[in-house]
């Protein structure tokens, strides 16, 4: 069980305002621990890392590496398979470049689904231009939901990359990754999965579901924003081009042009690092793991089975994903527009997304160019379910003209 008050008396913004906030999706709060860190970073310690032959440096270096060692142990992994990065956007832009735009070829598939965030997408667009690979896509059922039967009726052998995320950012519906991985190693295919709305929210074990590649961004995780991770197989690592150079990623070059990069992780992280994010998120997942993965997990399943249970009353909502187990819950009102739904929701003190979320393929499936998306995280309460759930039931046209104008 989560102790909810203590919880909540550890994230200042909880504290300062009256805000219901169902936007976690989009980013999360952070706790005192985390910024902490990133304070102390500034006001203590704030000399570069892996350059400095001064004892500081070498603290601030120690600390630097531990926090690779901490997210290493988040995911079961080894820590020369963690990539520091701007976040997920960046990870998976890694991937398909520096692996995919590599590797791949004319006839060769990429294979991913029509509910992929554009980070996931846009990359592998490129790619295919370059390469003249194709892109295929695994059909959904008509609530958006990957199942292993269609999974395995579009795999084939000419499939060389899955690209997928592990729980959709729309409509919150976990992949069974595991088999998804068993399946396209038997093709010989390298699996590449969007963490950015699981690692959150979820116990992870990388060598359990046998990941090739694994993206996640550590502000969606009560961590700061502009870093992130890309988790690799170490091998496949070695195998990847980084598509930047600098300081840091050299063991040496010369003047006729000749460079000796360093092995992974560290040939992909040229520059001086975000130092103060990398240490907010080596807090940010000691905080996680200290209140348990498979806590957080259980009770926001609780949570979105209670928020959909509230939601089917009201005829006036469209709910997409009602069967969905994550934090995530999608719909729309009807006769009203989703902006002026969230501008009126706004107005009452409610935080949500409107839009089509960066996932503009989807809206074939479900059917609908934009929704609003509630999504929830350990911090939040039935109680303020509750109270959006009152707002939402009184809700109007009328009423939401009156706040857009």
Sequence with gaps: MLDLTNIRNEFPMLKKNNLVYFDNAATTFKPYKVINAVMDYYENCSVNVHRGDYDLSFQVSNQFDQAREAVAKYLNATSKEIVFTSGASSSLNLVAYGYGQKYLKEGDVILSTEAEHASNILPWFKVSEVTKAKIEYIPLNEEGILSIENFKK????????????????????????????KIAHSYGAVVVVDGAQSVPHLKMDVQDLDIDFLAFSAHKMCGPTGVGVLYGKYDLLQATDPFLLGGGSNARFDICGNILLKNAPYKFEAGTPAIEGVLGLKAAVEYLMDIGM????????????????????????????????????????????????????????????????????????????????????????????????????????????????
């Design 154 to 181: 579009a795999m084939h052998d000419k499939v060389k990359v899955v690209t997928l995320a592990q729980v959709s950012n729309v409509l919150g519906h976990k992949v069974p990754m595991k088999e998804i991985c």
């Design 294 to 405: 498979e806590h957080i997990e259980e009770y926001e399943k609780e949570l979105n089975q209670y928020f959909v249970e509230k939601l089917r009353p009201l005829e006036h909502v469209v709910i997409y994903n009602p069967s969905g187990t994550c934090g995530i819950v999608t719909f729309n009102v009807k006769g009203i527009f989703a902006q002026d739904v969230a501008s009126y929701l706004s107005s009452k003190g409610f935080a949500i997304r409107a839009g089509n979320h960066c996932a503009k393929i989807l809206i074939d499936v479900i059917q609908a160019s934009e929704t609003l998306r509630a999504s929830v995280y350990f911090y939040n309460t039935k109680e303020e379910i509750d109270a959006f759930i009152q707002a939402l039931s009184e809700i109007t046209l009328e009423k939401c003209i009156a706040v857009v104008i």
